[in-house]
């Protein structure tokens, strides 16, 4: 039977902010048309090139994602991402392409886009399977890769290895309660390949086949690709594919050993998208787009999928949510009414560290209260960027931003850039909604915050909220929220009284990744400014698994196997080079 063909519309404006990019493998299968077009068959792939830590802080992102098509053996064509805005990332594609054509992207160094003459829906994207029982669920394979036109940097597979297997493997643990454990399983020193950073798909494609990486669930290829020199045409600051959930696998790459970038990548690949702000010309909320707001890309420096650095705070509820890993002893949720509620530090392991809102349209927002506490120490030691402590509030979207952080004291437009200070003001009414919902900090101590929501019209004295726009949407790209799999019996055992399941056992760990030399790097092509020492052996993976989860987020549904999600995959990348500011 013929898979069903669906037409697209060939346009559709994109009114996006942020970085996604969605990927599956599939045919590719081109074919010339007597009109002059071709018609390629394969995977539809969107990528947005993002901005490295610097511009980050400054608020700076790309404009709109990459698209291509790609086949199984890596060949892809890029097309305008408008021209196919109907079509979903991940899914199998077939589209008419005529003459290339230039635009941004290809003046970076891209392959040029072709136009797209036609395009149909072949197939739909394939649905995320369980990781297989092990001791590790989430095996990641690292290879130092040199691309074409790169020659090696000082980093060693050791550091990278050792950034997976104890900070990464650390936070990824304690922030699903020991549900998800990250262990480098495979280890390959430098090699150079053919395929440069133009075509990310064909230089992962590469990577896997020299070292036999075979994609499935839980199973992730880490590419450390050099960065010398800086600017090589396509390569981004990091590159990261973003499954469906915690089972998804994926592909990722960095130009960093920066724990918090790696962290980063992976979250992608679990299935989160980004931790950005939302600011607003003297209000909480509004319409971005009108002048009066903008969505900040990555403007959320207490999360670890917002603003990389060498801190990697606790995922926002918002975040958490979407994993599937905050536990419903850990939450409440604001009916119809007045809500009163005392909030636990969210970085803590006991009490209620978040509160759910939800406005008429279905969009909802997470209260939680950050304290030098646990995981949140820096607030007290590093915060070099004078952040609050107190009560935040996040809205949670859709792709490319999962989670907004709203600013509690907004500043007027002119004072953005230095404002990144967003508790909400104890005894201040806030309104969000549209009006719908207004919540005021009561008190704020060091052992809790107490919050107070109330629904319907604005509290007297409320900071206004214009209208909440739907949250932005990458077309296609927007994926359902993952199906718990059914809880395990363990989970019945929660202290009672406590709503907190007590730390999962330490679990055991595979032998030492194997690691492979250096030999496909000729020593010539390395200069003695460039030359490294020889690689040091890689750390073994008990370094991730041993370790005992925190038991700050229980999680029940994931220890029972892992998520189940449907639909396509999508990436998110950071670009060095050539930024443009969100508007």
């Known amino acids: ?209 020299r070292v036999g990486f075979q994609s499935g669930p839980g199973r992730h290829l880490l590419l450390y690709v050099s960065s010398e020199p800086r600017d090589l045409p396509g390569c981004s600051y990091a590159l990261g594919q973003v499954g469906t959930s915690t089972t998804s696998g994926g592909r990722l790459y960095v130009r960093d050993d920066l724990p918090a970038v790696i962290a980063h990548e992976l979250g992608h690949n679990f299935g989160l998208g980004h931790s950005s702000g939302l600011q607003c010309d003297g209000s909480v909320e509004g319409t971005v787009g009108g002048g009066d707001c903008r969505t900040a890309a990555y403007r959320d420096f207490y999360d670890v999928m917002g603003v990389s650095w060498d801190r990697m705070g606790s995922l926002t509820a918002a975040q958490a949510d979407r994993l599937g890993v905050l536990p419903a002893a850990a939450t409440q949720t604001a009916g119809q009414g007045t809500t009163t509620v005392t909030l636990a530090p969210l970085a803590g392991g006991s009490g209620t560290r978040a509160v759910r809102l939800t406005d008429a349209a279905g969009t909802a927002y997470w209260l939680e209260y950050r304290a030098p506490v646990g995981r949140d120490g820096w607030l007290a030691t590093d915060n070099r960027y004078r952040l609050d402590s107190g009560v935040l509030l996040h809205r949670a979207g859709a792709l490319p931003d999962t989670a907004l952080l709203l600013d509690g004291s907004p500043s007027p437009r002119a004072g953005w850039e230095a404002d990144l200070q967003a508790a909400l003001r104890p005894g201040v009414p806030v309104s969000v909604a549209g009006g719908e919902l207004t919540v005021t900090v009561d008190a704020v101590t060091a052992a809790g915050a107490t919050v107070t929501v109330v629904g319907g019209a604005p509290a007297a004295g409320a900071v206004p909220a214009r209208p909440a726009p739907v949250p932005a949407v990458l077309p296609g790209a927007g994926a359902p929220a993952p199906v718990p799999a059914p809880a395990p019996a363990a989970a019945a055992g929660t202290a009672a009284g406590t709503g907190t399941a007590p730390a999962p056992a330490p679990v055991p760990a595979p032998a030492a990744p194997a690691v492979a030399p250096a030999a496909e790097v000729p020593a010539e092509a390395t200069t003695p400014a460039e030359a490294t020492t020889p690689a040091e052996a890689a750390t073994p993976v008990e370094a991730a698994a041993a370790e005992p989860a925190d038991p700050s987020w229980t999680t029940p549904a994931l220890a029972a196997g892992g998520l189940l999600g449907a639909g396509g995959t999508v990436l998110a990348a950071r670009r060095l080079p050539l930024l443009r500011r969100r508007p």
């Open 1 to 209: 039977m013929s898979p069903r063909r669906v037409p697209a519309r060939l346009s559709r404006s994109l009114a996006v902010a942020g970085a996604v990019l969605a990927l599956c493998a599939g045919p590719f299968a081109p074919s010339a048309l007597a009109d002059g077009g071709e018609t390629v068959v394969g995977e539809l792939v969107q990528a947005w090139p993002e901005t490295s830590p610097e511009d980050q802080h400054a608020g700076e992102s790309h404009e709109q994602p990459l698209t291509f098509v790609e086949g199984e053996d890596g060949t892809s064509v890029r097309v305008p991402t408008e021209a196919v805005g109907d079509l979903e990332p991940g899914s199998t594609v077939e589209v008419t392409v005529g003459a290339a054509r230039s635009d941004e992207a290809a003046a970076d160094g891209y392959e040029p886009a072709r136009q797209v003459l036609g395009a149909e829906l072949v197939a739909a994207a394939p649905a995320a399977a369980p990781v297989p029982a092990g001791s590790v669920t989430n095996q990641v394979t690292v290879v130092m890769v040199v691309p074409q036109g790169g020659r090696p940097d000082g980093t060693s597979l050791a550091s990278v290895v050792s950034a997976v297997n104890d900070p990464v493997a650390r936070f990824w643990s304690e922030q699903t309660g020991g549900a998800v454990t990250v262990g480098v399983t495979q280890a390959q020193d430098w090699i150079r390949t053919t395929a440069g950073c133009v075509d990310p798909t064909a230089l992962w494609d590469e990577a896997a086949a």
